[in-house]
């Protein structure tokens, strides 16, 4: 008995430990990833004015994030947020910027990520006019005439993900771009 106490209590603790890490960090990462290839979706870029740059596609992909974590709990929030930030700093480095400079730039885009992520769950609670947090934090101020479609689909999008079952394993059902163009 004492064999087969020593044996497999130790292994099947680690195993179930390891394996519940390694699952909630799979499903951060597919979380923001799926995220990320929202936010690249030409549509905002060439129909809702949101500037083709490094800056606006950093505040396109902010925007999708939080959307998404306004809806996540503990660590697959956390975890989640984790995969943003070093896919945030892998973007970095492969746009030029110098290893010494990588953490102040991620630093700055953190900042930037929890001033605009509370404004828009500010917009979205009602507590603020979300069309003046999305022309802000992603029109730098401007009010282009598409402000009130990208607020209608951000609107959407926060429906989508309030109803959305996180433990399920299949992909988030994002609006597809051709259900977002003008007919």
């Known amino acids: 008995m004492f064999q087969k106490i020593k044996f497999t209590m130790p292994f099947v603790i680690s195993a179930v430990n390891g394996f519940w890490k390694r699952s909630t960090k799979n499903q951060g990462k597919h979380l923001c990833f799926s ?27 902010s925007l999708h994030m939080i959307l998404l974590l306004k809806h996540l709990k503990g660590n697959l929030a956390q975890n989640t947020f984790d995969a943003f930030f070093k896919y945030t700093d892998l973007t970095l480095r492969e746009e030029g910027v110098s290893d010494l400079s990588v953490g102040k730039q991620v630093k700055k885009c953190a900042k930037f990520f929890y001033g605009t992520l509370k404004s828009y769950h500010e917009g979205l609670d009602g507590k603020a006019n979300l069309e003046k947090a999305l022309s802000r934090n992603l029109y730098g101020g401007d009010f ?23 433990n399920k394993d299949h992909p988030i059902p994002w609006s597809k771009e051709k259900d977002l163009c003008p007919h």
């Open 144 to 166: 282009p005439s598409s402000l009130p479609k990208i607020a209608a689909y951000i609107r959407a999008c926060d429906t989508l993900l309030a109803n959305y079952d996180f």
């Open 35 to 61: 995220a990320l290839h929202q936010a690249r979706l030409p549509i905002f870029y060439e129909s809702w004015g949101v500037p083709d740059t490094l800056e606006g596609r950093f505040d396109c992909a």
